[in-house]
């Protein structure tokens, strides 16, 4: 009998992964990247977004605040975390092993990097 069931593609699985992580990030500050693009290697999956920063962070850049930028957007990425995990789990149907995040000012980019835990496990 013909297996019927529709398994998602590694590129709409990293489609659904970019758009669940710019969705998310605009709930929690109000501004979601403009761009995000997810790879997924093995056991590896990279969110790198651009233009992340508020316009607000962005001022406060501009007054060399740039540290304290970085400072809040990990505070924003650390209560994201179990969402963020929650959705590459639900996506790639694997746990996630460990979870990094981080952020740079010139150019605006943000990464949100997820080891997924063997196949087996």
């Known amino acids: ?6 398994r998602p593609t590694l590129g709409t699985t990293a489609a659904a ?4 992580v710019v969705r998310l990030t605009h709930t929690y500050t ?3 990247p403009t761009k995000a ?4 290697t093995d056991d590896l999956v990279v969110v790198v977004m651009a233009d992340t920063m508020l316009q607000g962070e962005r001022k ?9 930028v970085l400072a809040i957007r990990g505070k924003f990425q650390a209560a ?6 929650d959705v590459v789990e639900e996506h790639t149907g ?4 460990a979870f990094m995040s981080g952020n740079h000012i010139d150019p605006d ?6 080891i997924l835990a063997p196949a087996d496990e």
Request: no cysteine; charged share 30%.
């Open 1 to 6: 009998m013909p297996d019927t069931q529709v």
């Open 60 to 68: 406060l850049v501009e007054h060399g605040e740039g540290e304290s």
């Open 109 to 114: 980019m943000g990464v949100e990097v997820f």
């Open 80 to 85: 994201m975390r179990e969402e963020l995990v």
């Open 30 to 32: 109000g501004r979601g």
């Open 94 to 97: 694997r746990k996630v092993a």
């Open 17 to 20: 992964i970019s758009n669940s």
């Open 37 to 40: 693009r997810t790879t997924i």
